[in-house]
């Protein structure tokens, strides 16, 4: 990719989608200075598995796929350092604990590298935080990264703008993803024809800590 320029990133980035190389797609075409293509900056796989399951759990899927474009940028048999795996970064303790759940036995935290197995435990993952964290977003994407006891604990016992909440979050990491998260699902809402928001109303406001 050295030396090319935006024309020449771009179908790099669409040689890179039709082989479903997925994070080269999005990497690639990110790289661009003046001409943008943001179906493959913000590329959408496996469709097909994540609608159905943020229908059923009621879920924004734009925000599913934001989180998943962080996690992982689409790459299933992604693994982290410290052992989650798959499109949405999952810890084999957390995969053995939505298992048993979800009801499912002899199960093993390899079938994380399933991308359909993935997004069904991260996706209940996702709503799980949500609806223990007051329904917010931006708590429970704090919540996916850092854990839910940080994200309960970095509340205040007022209401707080979200994105004060957000610039207030001690661990520079967690407060970089969730600011990326929440930008991914915004470009994603555009992507999937949701209606306009501006984005301090997609992050809305944190409620305070229960005391």
């Given at each position: 990719l050295?030396?090319?320029?935006d024309?020449q990133?771009?179908?790099?980035a669409?040689?890179?989608?039709?082989?479903?190389?997925?994070d080269r797609a999005?990497?690639?075409?990110?790289r661009?200075s003046?001409q943008?293509?943001?179906?493959?900056?913000y590329?959408?796989?496996?469709?097909?598995?994540?609608?159905?399951?943020a229908r059923?759990l009621d879920?924004?899927h734009?925000?599913?796929?934001g989180?998943?474009?962080?996690?992982?940028?689409?790459?299933?048999v992604?693994?982290?350092?410290?052992?989650?795996?798959?499109?949405m970064q999952?810890?084999?303790?957390?995969?053995?604990?939505?298992a048993?759940?979800?009801?499912?036995?002899?199960?093993?935290?390899r079938?994380?590298?399933?991308p359909?197995?993935?997004?069904?435990f991260?996706?209940?993952y996702l709503k799980h935080?949500?609806?223990s964290?007051?329904?917010?977003?931006?708590?429970?994407?704090?919540?996916?990264?850092a854990?839910?006891?940080?994200a309960?604990?970095?509340?205040?016992?007022?209401?707080?703008?979200a994105?004060?909440?957000i610039?207030s979050?001690?661990f520079?990491?967690?407060?970089?993803?969730?600011k990326?998260?929440?930008s991914?699902?915004m470009?994603?809402?555009?992507r999937?024809?949701?209606p306009?928001?501006?984005l301090?109303?997609r992050?809305?406001?944190?409620?305070?800590?229960?005391t």
């Amino acid at each position: 990719l050295r030396g090319l320029d935006d024309r020449q990133l771009l179908a790099a980035a669409e040689v890179a989608r039709r082989s479903e190389i997925w994070d080269r797609a999005i990497n690639t075409a990110d790289r661009t200075s003046l001409q943008h293509d943001y179906s493959l900056r913000y590329l959408a796989p496996y469709r097909e598995r994540v609608e159905p399951k943020a229908r059923e759990l009621d879920l924004d899927h734009g925000w599913v796929y934001g989180l998943m474009r962080q996690e992982s940028r689409f790459i299933n048999v992604a693994r982290s350092g410290v052992g989650a795996s798959g499109l949405m970064q999952i810890m084999p303790a957390t995969a053995r604990w939505i298992a048993k759940r979800l009801g499912i036995k002899r199960f093993h935290p390899r079938e994380m590298q399933d991308p359909a197995k993935n997004i069904q435990f991260g996706a209940y993952y996702l709503k799980h935080v949500q609806t223990s964290l007051d329904d917010s977003p931006v708590l429970a994407t704090a919540a996916y990264n850092a854990g839910p006891g940080r994200a309960q604990r970095w509340r205040d016992t007022r209401p707080m703008e979200a994105a004060v909440y957000i610039e207030s979050i001690p661990f520079a990491e967690t407060r970089d993803y969730v600011k990326k998260v929440m930008s991914n699902a915004m470009y994603y809402a555009a992507r999937f024809g949701q209606p306009s928001v501006l984005l301090t109303e997609r992050l809305g406001t944190v409620p305070p800590r229960k005391t």
